[in-house]
């Protein structure tokens, strides 16, 4: 074993140690979509006395956080997104509406100096209110003295002793404390009965209590901050919730839901399960397939792949990363993608054996690991541009698909470049192996090649014969976008979509009928998985809902909520509008990346072949009457990345023989070219379709728009990777007075013989 391999295997076992370790011992953190709760976004809102920026939404983040951990939920999470939005997320809250009133409740709490009977001539002067009591009795207040601000504890108190029932137990900080006792003193002063001897304590404009200062409080005494007791006949759950706003003190800014989400504990469930399934079946063929392509290399590449699912899931787990339902979809989605390096590297070797038949099976591997390295380097890179975009103008869900493929894209390198050459050198080592080449599964040329090569077909005699097929096809895409419309979700558009099930079976006519008697005419009412019912409406608040789905058990019987999505419409608009600047920016960087790398008419093929994909994706969701929604973005732009993977992959074959035969025409070089990476993409796209159609059959509702996205791109990105870009780029290269590329100077040629003392160079 080389020195080089040594150090791969120390560094592979060290590696595969330490997540072998993690995954035993850590457990992963699951988001709301896979463990059930609600997410909520808050917008906060300039008031008469605020400006809602960076720093009154830490504080309103702060209030809200001490409001939450009062209800008692458990883990919850608070994240300042942006300069005014706070993201929410509270795990196993299934109803929403009561944590929304809380949360969005602004609770300006303040305590006023009753000066007597209120009259309406009353109101205003010299800075005071009249305001009900709470028998309804007018009285005149002060101006506030003292805020919610001040109060530094609030407790809900069963008084069984004095029966004063329900009360709730207040305690001040030290300045507001001062404050509540000169407050007190100075009603003190007035007589017992007397209304200036009551302190009105207000909340949201209301008078919650207005008790009498006890007689017992002598006049300029005041009652101390430490012995403050609010009374007012509470029910237990008004005591609670009175200590509950009390505490958490008032917002610095108002705030508004623009976005609120619920999923049900039996729907991540489920999707877990799901997404374990297709993992395991998608990987298991994609591990059969290269084992039947590849032999005993495809099966040291299987277990390469096996160390790759143990070392991503680690990471995943080691750096805090939340899994959400896309997030899922995209460890699978990359384990299908892992496989991408390794076929490169044993179809180089492929060739290399073919080329020189003599050729030890150790010189044609390492010559394969080489040669690979630009196409593994550039279609990964392109891959993670696809990912990183994704993470920066995505938003909740989305970012975490962004981040599982970025991290299963960075291990799949790993795993190819340093875990599969390990074994698979160790393997070429064995005289067993080397000599035997039915054995090792690159001695020979593969079906595919075989049958490629003795056909020898000239694909590009004419290539505007296939940009002729793809504008046709490109132009169905347009007709079904033009005729049935994009349906866009709910994220994009701004509304209500809910899914219930119920316990009754209730067919969509039913179901539309009653909706339209409770006063939701214009909801729409379909079908989801397994019998339940979709409902999608405008704007709807939290009480709509309720009253929504009460009419639906009027039919249905128990009604249980599944998912809950709400999106405010102005949230809708700017998803939208950072939808269509994710697309732009992807398509810009993946142009100026590749005329970097490449020639520009090699960029501009590449990214033509980009755009003829999503179009083709987007007409098909449309001519299927499928929705568009944040899912759907995370998939296209996934589609981005493998697309251009693709295309990088045949031009930097394209670029490798044109420098080797600069006199070629480069019509027969693409033919070469394209003949040369056909292997390797029917190859890879298998091993993403298998886990693919896994996620497409098992994922259930959830995924199954999100599978099907990624199958129709993968099968229109391996077309137009080669039947799209080559010929756009030949008929751009028509034009061109580049000169065909040139060898650089830092590439390895073969070693001089080495000369001896009296060796004088000549040779016969």
Partial sequence: MTRATTVRAVLAAAVLLVSVYITLTMSPALGLDLRGGTRMVLQAKDSGTAVADRESTDRTLE????RIDSLGVAE???????????????????????????????????????????????????????????????????????????????????????????????????????????????????????????????????????PQVDPSVGCDDGIPSASTRITGSFSADEARELALLVKGGALPVPVEIVEQRTVGPTLGAEAIDAGAAAALIGASATALFITFVYRLFGALAAAALAAYGVI???????????????????????????????????????????????????????????????????????????AGLLFLLGSGPVKGFGVTLAIGVLVSMFSALVIARVLT?????SRFVSDYRGVNGIARPGRVRTWLTRRDPRLFASPRRWLWVSTALVALAVLGIVVRGVGLGVEFTGGRLVEYSTSRPVDVETARTALAAAGFGDAEVTTAGAGDLSVRTGELDNDGEHALRAAL?????????????????????????????????????????????????????????????????????????????????AALLTVIGYSVNDSVVVFDRVRELWTRNPGTPLPTVADRAVLQTVPRTVNTGMGALFILTALAVLG?????????????????????????????????????????????????????????????????
């Avoid at 209030?63 to 001490?66: D, T």
């Avoid at 998803?575 to 960087?589: D, M």
Wanted: aromatic share 4%.
């Fill in 63 to 66: 209030v809200l956080r001490q």
């Fill in 76 to 210: 919850p999470t608070l994240t300042r997104s942006g300069e005014t939005r706070v993201i929410v997320e509270l795990p196993d809250v299934q109803d929403p509406r009561k944590a929304a009133d809380v949360l969005g409740r602004t609770a300006q709490l303040t305590f006023h100096p009753v000066r007597g009977p209120g009259t309406p001539e009353a109101d205003g002067d010299k800075g005071g209110t009249t305001l009900p009591d709470e028998r309804g009795r007018p009285l005149a207040l002060g101006p506030a003295e003292l805020s919610g601000a001040g109060v530094k504890d609030a407790t809900a108190v069963f008084d069984a002793q004095q029966g004063a029932g329900w009360t709730v137990d207040l305690a001040f900080h030290k300045d507001a404390g001062r404050d509540w006792t000169g407050l007190t003193a100075q009603a003190a002063c007035h007589p017992a009965q007397d209304d200036r001897r009551r302190v009105a304590i207000v909340l949201d404009q209301r008078v919650i209590s207005s």
């Fill in 312 to 386: 991503s899931y680690a990471a995943l787990v080691a750096l805090g990363v939340t899994l959400t339902l896309p997030g899922l979809a995209g460890f699978v989605l990359a384990i299908g993608m892992a496989v991408d390096a390794n076929v490169l590297v044993f179809e180089r070797a492929r060739e290399e054996c073919a080329e020189r038949p003599g050729r030890s099976l150790r010189s044609a591997l390492t010559a394969g690991f080489r040669n690979a390295r630009s196409a593994v380097a550039d279609s990964n890179v392109t891959t993670l541009i696809a």
């Fill in 425 to 429: 050198e160790t393997a070429a080592r």
């Fill in 553 to 633: 058990a009027a039919e249905g019987g128990e009604t249980a909520k599944v998912r809950d999505e709400l999106i405010g419409p102005s949230l809708g608009d700017e998803l939208r509008r950072n939808a269509l600047i994710a697309l732009a920016v992807a398509v810009c960087v993946q142009l100026a990346y590749l005329a970097v790398r490449f020639r520009w008419t090699f960029a501009v093929a590449s990214v033509g072949a980009l755009v003829h994909d999503l179009v083709i994706l987007i007409g098909a969701f449309a001519w299927l009457g499928r929705t568009v929604d944040g899912i759907f973005l």
């Fill in 700 to 764: 259930g509702d959830s995924l199954a728009d999100f599978a099907l996205a990624l199958l129709i791109g993968v099968c229109v990105g391996t077309y137009s990777s080669v039947l799209t870009a080559v010929p756009i780029a030949l008929v751009l290269e028509r034009s061109s007075k580049a000169p065909p590329p040139v060898r650089t100077a830092g590439r390895r040629t073969a070693p001089a013989a080495r000369r001896g003392p009296l060796d004088n160079g000549a040779r016969v």
